[in-house]
């Protein structure tokens, strides 16, 4: 079966960095887009950033550019987020995603991992 596999999450001061990972399994990673997205307490699950199978389209939400870095390793299965002067306003639960398609449904979810940004 499918699995995505979030990791790197924890408790940061507020300027710190962090690099999260998710790892794939189950599915032909190559073939996929990746997507990381948030949710906040009391909040919506929000987009956060996308990369296309090849690597070449990085959109980002407008919150994190040019603090955050999207990209994948199709060798390792694996997606990275590379987090940068982190705010507490970026604290959530960071989800990964695979879509077979954009636009269009993300058809597979990991379970999160929690950052917390301390002020």
């Known amino acids: 079966q499918v699995q995505l596999v979030e990791s790197g999450g924890g408790l940061v001061q507020a300027g710190d960095s962090l690099r999260l990972s998710c790892a794939a399994s189950g599915l032909p990673f190559s073939n996929y887009h990746m997507g990381w997205f948030r949710q906040a307490p009391g909040n919506e699950r929000e987009f956060v950033a996308r990369i296309n199978w090849s690597g070449t389209s990085t959109p980002y939400a407008e919150s994190v550019k040019g603090r955050f870095t999207i990209s994948r390793n199709n060798a390792k299965n694996t997606v990275y987020l590379q987090m940068n002067s982190l705010k507490p306003e970026d604290t959530a639960v960071y989800y990964c995603?695979?879509?077979?398609?954009?636009?269009?449904?993300?058809?597979?979810w990991g379970q999160g991992t929690q950052v917390t940004v301390s002020s």
């Open positions: 995603a695979a879509a077979r398609r954009i636009p269009g449904e993300y058809n597979y």
